[in-house]
């Protein structure tokens, strides 16, 4: 069973940065995509970013791209989101994934396993 450990969420003012973390349990970790999502209170959870397993392809949401980065240490089982110039519409629980393959599919239903989420919010 692999278990994903979100880290790095918290309170920023707009136009700040935060680095989540995503801390996998397997070494299977390093042979799949990993992706980010969030979710918005009322609203469904949306693609952030993924990454393949090489860390060679990289795909963003519009709404983050060129503000956010997505990166994998395979070596430490760990994903990272860096995010800057956060706005308040990027407030959200983030939540990392693990992909089925090594491809880096936008739709969560290709992603098998699930972090716990952390919180960003970001103030005005």
């Known amino acids: 069973q692999v278990q994903l450990v979100d880290s790095g969420g918290g309170l920023v003012q707009a136009g700040g940065s935060l680095r989540l973390s995503c801390a996998a349990s397997?070494?299977?970790?390093?042979?799949?995509?990993m992706g980010w999502f969030r979710q918005a209170p009322g609203k469904e959870r949306e693609f952030v970013a993924a990454i393949s397993w090489t860390g060679g392809s990289t795909s963003y949401a519009d709404s983050v791209k060129g503000r956010f980065t997505i990166s994998r240490d395979n070596a430490k089982n760990t994903v990272y989101l860096q995010m800057n110039s956060l706005k308040p519409e990027d407030t959200a629980v983030y939540y990392c994934a693990l992909g089925r393959t090594s491809a880096t599919p936008k739709s969560a239903r290709f992603y098998d396993y699930w972090g716990q989420g952390t919180q960003v919010t970001v103030s005005s």
């Open positions: 397997q070494r299977t970790f390093s042979s799949n995509a």
